[in-house]
């Protein structure tokens, strides 16, 4: 199985930032994308961002385009995704997920996530 480790979730204000951080392992077949989807209750899961392995290139949603960026440091083996601006919709459980990269990703693998609450 895939195995993630996540973190950076917590409390932001309207307008703040969060950075979240994920590294995952194991057999994870032929998944070569790596990034987040968030699910908020109530509502659908949103695929977030996503990054290829290959080339990093990058996918962003259309409504997290100019405030997230993800990135990779390959020294540590960890991917992270900057939140900047963040507004109350952003407020969901992010997931770090392996899957393949299209743009955007499928994913087949993700971890328990990170909460994300941003206050009004």
């Known amino acids: 199985e895939v195995e993630f480790v996540e973190s950076g979730g917590g409390l932001a204000q309207a307008g703040g930032s969060l950075r979240l951080s994920c590294a995952a392992s194991?057999?994870?077949?032929?998944?070569?994308?790596i990034g987040w989807f968030r699910q908020a209750p109530g509502k659908a899961r949103e695929g977030v961002s996503c990054?290829?392995?290959?080339?990093?290139?990058?996918y962003y949603a259309d409504f997290v385009k100019g405030r997230f960026t993800i990135s990779r440091d390959n020294v540590k083996n960890m991917v992270y995704l900057q939140m900047n601006n963040l507004n109350p919709e952003d407020a969901a459980r992010y997931y770090c997920?392996?899957?393949?990269?299209?743009?955007?990703?499928?994913?087949?693998?993700w971890g328990q996530g990170s909460q994300v609450t941003v206050a009004s």
């Open positions: 194991g057999d994870d077949g032929d998944a070569d994308a």
């Open positions: 990054m290829s392995d290959s080339d990093g290139s990058t």
């Open positions: 997920a392996r899957g393949v990269w299209g743009p955007p990703c499928l994913y087949a693998y």
